[in-house]
């Protein structure tokens, strides 16, 4: 075995050949500038690792240039527009449901009224639904008898006369009598009775079913009440109503249910409540019955006929 072929290592076993170091002709290094170093061609020098710090991959620069990217190691995901939308909705409905039940609570007829007078008002309430239902069962017999033949012609003339005498009491050109009350407005503490009060009296019975009113003044002068009855302040603390000048104190006779009216007068902030704020008194009187037999003259029609 030659010398060229293996170097004795001393142990008897050659030395494997390794890649020669490059060198001139003479032996010395190579000159080149980019000659490789003679250490990082040998076999048992340890490879450089990329250092991973100094260098992020392309996953973790495409993560960072993200602004909505999850924070990693955190395990959370982000808040989507569409859950913060819905969270707003939710808001949105549960204010206004608490909204509605505040205004519902707050309601001042309500609130401040008695259990006594919660009482009457339902009461009354019913009274009226039960005679609204007697109403619409008397109109109903009515319609078959008007449709039983012979018996329906003299069935049609009584519902007509009815009828003209219902209409008559409500246009003011027939008196009527029945069981009602009689509302008595007295002025106190130096101030007169307002035509307010006395035109909110008059809406606050027909509410509550009054079928005929009449006013009268201090002087007797009496003026019948209808649909078109309008009430004003007159001089002196007078009143003027339909034209007509009335003096206090002032007395209104109404046919009703004398039950349910009062108590129409007398709610919570209701007609009594407001003449007493302004110093005045109502004095309510029932009536077993109550005559009203002041009349309103008949408009005269122009241009309006009727049609048969």
Same mark, same amino acid.
């Given at each position: ?87 707003? +909705?939710?808001?949105?409905? *549960?204010?206004?449901? /608490?909204?509605?039940? @505040?205004? #519902?609570?707050?309601?001042?007829? &309500? ?120 009430? +004003?302040?007159?001089?002196? *603390?007078?009143?003027? /109503?339909?034209?007509? @000048?009335? #003096?206090?104190?002032?007395?209104? &006779? ?55």
């Amino acid at each position: 075995m030659s010398s060229d072929e293996h170097t004795e290592t001393g142990t008897g076993w050659p030395q494997p050949a390794g890649p020669g170091r490059p060198s001139g002709p003479a032996g010395e290094p190579d000159p080149r500038p980019d000659a490789p170093d003679p250490d990082e061609l040998s076999p048992l020098a340890p490879e450089a690792e990329p250092d991973r710090e100094a260098e992020p991959s392309g996953a973790e620069e495409a993560t960072a240039a993200r602004p909505d990217a999850p924070v990693a190691g955190t395990g959370r995901r982000g808040v989507s527009s569409a859950t913060v939308m819905i969270a707003v +909705l939710l808001a949105l409905l *549960g204010f206004t449901l /608490v909204e509605q039940l @505040r205004t #519902t609570s707050d309601d001042p007829t &309500t609130s401040a009224a008695r259990q006594e007078d919660l009482v009457r008002i339902l009461y009354d309430l019913n009274a009226r639904e039960v005679r609204l239902r007697q109403d619409i069962a008397a109109l109903e017999e009515s319609q078959r008898q008007l449709r039983s033949g012979e018996q329906g012609r003299a069935a049609a003339l009584e519902e007509a006369t009815r009828r003209a005498d219902e209409l008559g009491i409500l246009a003011g050109t027939l008196p009527a009598t029945g069981p009602g009350l009689s509302v008595r407005f007295e002025p106190g503490g130096g101030k007169p009775v307002r035509a307010i009060r006395v035109l909110d009296a008059v809406q606050e019975l027909r509410g509550a079913g009054a079928e005929a009113m009449q006013i009268s003044g201090g002087d007797r002068a009496t003026v019948r009440i209808i649909a078109s009855t309008f009430f +004003l302040d007159g001089e002196n *603390g007078s009143l003027v /109503v339909d034209g007509r @000048r009335l #003096t206090g104190p002032y007395t209104i &006779t109404v046919i009703g249910d004398p039950a349910t009216m009062r108590t129409a007068l007398n709610i919570p902030g209701g007609v009594v409540a407001t003449v007493a704020g302004d110093g005045g008194t109502v004095i309510v009187e029932d009536r077993e019955v109550a005559e009203v037999s002041a009349l309103h003259a008949p408009i005269k029609l122009e241009h309006a006929r009727p049609v048969s």
